[in-house]
């Protein structure tokens, strides 16, 4: 009985779970990638034929169809094509403003589709940077903060004869200081809309010279010590015959 009474709150609540989980999967909207200025396109899957249509961004009104016309609202008037036929509605000349949640209504669509709109910047360069530790090389893929909206879309890809390169997906890589400095460290980073790759030789890393401190700067150090002795002990020498 009792472990009857058990499985069978067991079974209920993995019922209740998967209910739930099915839910949400239906009621989430759609992921869709756009690039800042250009143009998106949300196709609702549909077959009836539509009486009227009204397409939503959360709360407001973006544009409506009824009695064979159309009505655009701000801030998508003269920026929203709408097709009857299909439900598409198309945005142009996309701003970081239109990132949201969009959805259409029509009394002949019975489950409601949703859309999540990304609009995202394009990668307009990328740049690699070397920082020596004691320890190591670090190797940095970095890209202008500008283009850095949606940090979580970024992906880093990495390819170097080494084998910290291999399945790496940080922003960085580390190289020690036994590694062959003669070899190429590429970088690709890309997000939904665009791909960047840059690259650099190891080698390259010590040709900076506010990077290459340590050593030289110790060295510079003992030579103006030395000259400035050697100068001291020559004009005293001058001085004293
Ligand atoms: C988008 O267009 C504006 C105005 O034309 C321009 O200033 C901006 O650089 C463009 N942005 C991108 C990412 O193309
Ligand atoms: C609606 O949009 C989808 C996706 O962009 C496209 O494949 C389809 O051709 C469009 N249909 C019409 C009638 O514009
Ligand atoms: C997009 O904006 C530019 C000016 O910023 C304008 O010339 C162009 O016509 C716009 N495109 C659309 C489809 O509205
Ligand atoms: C390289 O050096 C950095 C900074 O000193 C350290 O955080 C990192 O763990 C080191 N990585 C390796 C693989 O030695």
């Not at 589709?113 to 394009?122: G, Q, S």
């Not at 050593?215 to 400035?228: A, D, E, H, W």
Request: glycine content about 4%; aromatic content about 12%; some cysteine.
């Amino acid at each position: 009985m009792v472990s009857w009474g058990g499985a069978g709150r067991t079974l209920g609540v993995l019922l209740l779970n998967l209910l739930l989980r099915l839910g949400s999967i239906s009621c989430d909207s759609i992921p869709v990638y756009a690039a800042v200025n250009k143009s998106v396109t949300f196709h609702p899957s549909h077959h009836m034929p539509f009486k009227e249509i009204l397409w939503k961004k959360q709360k407001n009104k973006v544009i409506e169809w009824e009695n064979s016309e159309f009505k655009a609202f701000p801030p998508f008037i003269d920026r929203v094509h709408l097709d009857p036929v299909s439900g598409n509605l198309t945005i142009f000349n996309l701003t970081s403003s239109d990132e949201d949640e969009y959805e259409i209504e029509s009394p002949s669509i019975t489950s409601p589709t949703k859309f999540f709109l990304y609009v995202i910047e394009p990668i307009s360069s990328l740049t690699l940077t070397c920082i020596l530790t004691d320890q190591n090389i670090t190797v940095q893929c970095e890209i202008p903060e500008h283009d850095n909206s949606h940090p979580g879309l970024l992906k880093y890809l990495w390819d170097c004869p080494s084998e910290q390169c291999k399945d790496n997906s940080a922003s960085e890589v580390y190289f020690d200081m036994e590694s062959d400095y003669s070899q190429k460290i590429q970088c690709t980073v890309s997000n939904e809309v665009s791909t960047k790759t840059s690259s650099i030789t190891l080698a390259t890393c010590f040709g900076n010279p506010s990077i290459y401190f340590s050593r030289s700067r110790i060295f510079l150090g003992l030579t103006v010590l030395f000259v400035l002795i050697v100068s001291g002990i020559l004009l005293g020498m001058y001085a004293f015959f």
